[in-house]
């Protein structure tokens, strides 16, 4: 069914506590563009790969499959010695290899549909040139004491995947080589020890070894942060000839202006874009920001808000695919799993003990985000606010995701919408995050912060995650409500020709229906 002659205008409203500032018109244009790639942003990362063995983790991640539209997991530590030990060597000096404990998480992904996206870290210790560890789990972060003794570990790996899994699926997998190479602390390599040309010659065996197996394979690289040497990876591959089919890196909002740039991740993936402008561009790690719990930002509504304009900004730069750090609290890099209570600024779209965040809920709402996009007018750099419109393939269901992200530098203010429909559209549906509609850290911080939660609690906790879904009705085409400081809302509208579905899709994800 066509469109029609629809036409949706915002008007958005700025008050402060005192006052209302300065009004910004925002207009869903009625012209249909093409499909919302809902691909781009179903990569989730984790921590490192011994976690993946665990049952908790497992479940998790099924979860995410099946509620977020998952695709594909993405954690450190392949190849460290926790997983097998994957190589070791024999009393004759030559290197036994072990994927038992690689097949197990793979073949645990196979099984329910998920892709690995294949981060290959860290040196295994029989291959490494020196003792140097980081983290809590004691990665080798050196260079392989022989090149080839690391290419032959690739080749016989590459192949084994080739074997047990067919060259089909292979080829929908991501292959990264290492992981932030570049990344220094205290003026000493903190994931790799080595240089940028050691990292170079590192990714050269590395892809030949792969291209070798199977020239279905996926092969990038230099997943550094901060969009660190994007050129120079681009021109050794072009000069030497080594196979590379995208290029990645990663992205923390807290790398610009520490944190109180609204505009941030627009500004990395415009930059990076830049560097990259031909090939597939991967940002592989983003989350809402390293704040060092100045802000609790990850188990708050500001993540939600934030990845809702974040993968908004990603789509306006071109970016290939985003994956978003990190999918559970079932995570260690400094300390152990549990050594914390259930909210402690964890990375994780949900709690070690499964409570979705809000930012879990603002990825359920982006995966309902299906069809053809509808155009809408860019807010001026620095207003916080973003927003999504998607109509359905069959013309009937139109939504729009709005958020109002604030940093810390920003006023704290809420945003007053005034949405204008023009068509045959019959009153929707409204969901809501923010600082008290699906934030179980409010009703945690009620309980009296406990460390370890009954069933009763979790069970609280579990429903005050769920966001709310209440009727917005329109009035001569036009309704009204109110979007707080780091807040989103998703609006579902439904055509006059068709039957109101919404309930029926998130009946399965027991949302709260009011009044």
Same mark, same amino acid.
């Given at each position: 069914?066509?469109?029609?002659?629809?036409?949706?205008?915002?008007?958005?409203?700025?008050?402060?506590?005192?006052?209302?500032?300065?009004?910004?018109?925002?207009?869903?244009?009625?012209? @249909?563009?093409?499909?919302?790639?809902?691909?781009?942003?179903?990569?989730?990362?984790?921590?490192?790969?011994?976690?993946?063995?665990?049952?908790?983790?497992?479940?998790?991640?099924?979860?995410?499959?099946?509620?977020?539209?998952? &695709?594909?997991?993405? /954690?450190?530590?392949?190849?460290?010695?926790?997983?097998?030990?994957?190589?070791?060597?024999?009393?004759?000096?030559?290197?036994?290899?072990?994927?038992? +404990? @690689?097949?197990?998480? /793979?073949?645990?992904?196979?099984?329910?549909?998920?892709?690995?996206?294949?981060?290959?870290?860290?040196?295994?210790?029989?291959?490494?040139?020196?003792?140097?560890?980081?983290?809590?789990?004691?990665? #080798?972060?050196?260079?392989?004491?022989?090149?080839?003794?690391?290419?032959?570990?690739?080749?016989?790996?590459?192949?084994?995947?080739?074997?047990?899994?067919?060259?089909?699926?292979?080829? !929908?997998?991501?292959? !990264?080589?290492?992981?932030?190479?570049?990344?220094?602390?205290? +003026?000493?390599?903190? /994931?790799?020890?080595?240089?940028?040309?050691?990292?170079?010659?590192?990714?050269?065996?590395?892809?030949?070894?792969?291209?070798?197996?199977?020239?279905?394979?996926?092969?990038?690289?230099?997943?550094?942060?901060?969009?660190?040497?994007?050129?120079?990876?681009?021109?050794?591959?072009?000069?030497?000839?080594?196979?590379?089919?995208?290029? *990645?890196?990663?992205?923390?909002?807290?790398?610009?202006?520490?944190?109180?740039?609204?505009?941030?991740?627009?500004?990395?993936?415009?930059?990076?874009? &830049?560097?990259?402008?031909?090939?597939?561009?991967?940002?592989?790690?983003? #989350? $809402?920001?390293?704040?060092?719990?100045?802000?609790?930002?990850?188990?708050?509504?500001?993540?939600?808000?934030?990845?809702?304009?974040?993968?908004?900004?990603?789509?306006?730069?071109?970016?290939?695919?985003?994956?978003?750090?990190?999918?559970?609290?079932?995570?260690?890099? =400094?300390?152990?799993?549990?050594?914390?209570?259930?909210?402690?600024?964890?990375?994780?779209?949900?709690?070690?003990?499964?409570?979705?965040?809000?930012?879990?809920?603002?990825?359920?709402? =982006?995966?309902?985000?299906? +069809?053809?996009?509808?155009?809408?007018?860019?807010?001026?750099?620095?207003?916080?606010?973003?927003? @999504?419109?998607? =109509?359905?393939?069959?013309? *009937?269901?139109?939504?729009?995701?709005?958020?109002? /992200?604030?940093?810390?530098?920003?006023?704290?203010? $809420?945003?007053?919408?005034?949405?204008?429909?023009?068509?045959?559209?019959?009153?929707?549906?409204?969901?809501? @995050?923010?600082?008290?509609?699906?934030?179980?850290?409010?009703?945690?911080?009620?309980?009296?912060?406990?460390?370890?939660?009954?069933?009763?609690?979790?069970?609280?906790?579990? #429903?005050?995650?769920?966001?709310?879904?209440?009727?917005?009705?329109?009035?001569?085409?036009?309704?009204?409500?109110?979007?707080?400081?780091? +807040?989103?809302?998703?609006?579902?509208?439904?055509?006059?020709?068709? #039957?109101?579905?919404?309930?029926?899709?998130?009946?399965?994800?027991?949302?709260?229906?009011?009044?």
């Amino acid at each position: 069914m066509a469109l029609g002659g629809m036409a949706v205008g915002l008007l958005l409203l700025f008050l402060d506590v005192a006052a209302a500032v300065d009004q910004v018109a925002l207009t869903v244009s009625s012209a @249909i563009g093409p499909t919302w790639d809902v691909a781009r942003y179903s990569v989730v990362g984790s921590g490192h790969a011994a976690l993946t063995l665990r049952q908790d983790w497992r479940r998790q991640l099924v979860r995410a499959k099946q509620e977020l539209g998952i &695709s594909h997991v993405r /954690f450190h530590g392949l190849l460290d010695d926790d997983m097998g030990p994957v190589v070791r060597m024999d009393a004759a000096g030559s290197a036994v290899y072990n994927f038992s +404990g @690689i097949d197990s998480t /793979f073949d645990f992904l196979h099984q329910n549909g998920i892709r690995p996206f294949v981060e290959l870290s860290f040196m295994p210790t029989a291959l490494a040139s020196s003792s140097s560890t980081y983290l809590h789990y004691k990665a #080798n972060v050196s260079p392989p004491r022989s090149l080839s003794e690391w290419e032959a570990l690739i080749a016989a790996l590459a192949s084994h995947w080739v074997q047990r899994y067919g060259e089909e699926p292979i080829s !929908e997998w991501w292959i !990264e080589c290492w992981n932030e190479p570049n990344l220094k602390l205290l +003026g000493h390599g903190a /994931f790799w020890t080595g240089n940028q040309e050691d990292y170079f010659a590192l990714y050269n065996a590395t892809a030949w070894a792969f291209k070798a197996a199977s020239p279905k394979f996926r092969v990038g690289g230099p997943a550094t942060s901060g969009g660190a040497w994007l050129p120079a990876f681009v021109q050794y591959c072009q000069q030497s000839g080594t196979p590379v089919d995208f290029v *990645s890196t990663h992205g923390y909002p807290t790398e610009v202006q520490h944190g109180l740039d609204p505009d941030a991740m627009r500004e990395l993936f415009s930059e990076a874009r &830049s560097k990259v402008p031909s090939l597939p561009l991967v940002f592989s790690e983003y #989350n $809402s920001g390293l704040y060092d719990n100045l802000i609790q930002n990850d188990d708050s509504s500001f993540a939600a808000a934030f990845a809702v304009k974040a993968v908004m900004e990603a789509h306006l730069s071109n970016i290939t695919t985003l994956s978003y750090w990190t999918f559970s609290d079932i995570f260690e890099e =400094l300390r152990p799993v549990g050594s914390k209570g259930p909210f402690y600024n964890g990375y994780g779209m949900m709690t070690a003990q499964g409570i979705a965040k809000p930012v879990y809920r603002a990825f359920e709402m =982006l995966q309902l985000l299906r +069809g053809r996009q509808l155009q809408v007018t860019s807010l001026p750099a620095g207003s916080g606010v973003a927003a @999504i419109c998607t =109509l359905s393939n069959d013309g *009937s269901t139109m939504r729009l995701l709005v958020s109002n /992200f604030r940093t810390p530098g920003l006023w704290q203010v $809420s945003v007053n919408v005034s949405l204008q429909v023009d068509g045959s559209w019959r009153d929707g549906w409204i969901q809501r @995050i923010d600082e008290h509609n699906a934030n179980p850290l409010e009703a945690w911080w009620e309980m009296g912060k406990p460390g370890t939660l009954s069933s009763a609690q979790l069970e609280m906790l579990h #429903n005050a995650s769920i966001p709310p879904v209440s009727k917005i009705e329109f009035l001569d085409g036009c309704a009204q409500f109110v979007l707080p400081p780091n +807040g989103v809302a998703l609006i579902e509208l439904h055509h006059i020709d068709h #039957n109101d579905r919404m309930i029926d899709s998130l009946g399965s994800r027991r949302y709260a229906i009011t009044s």
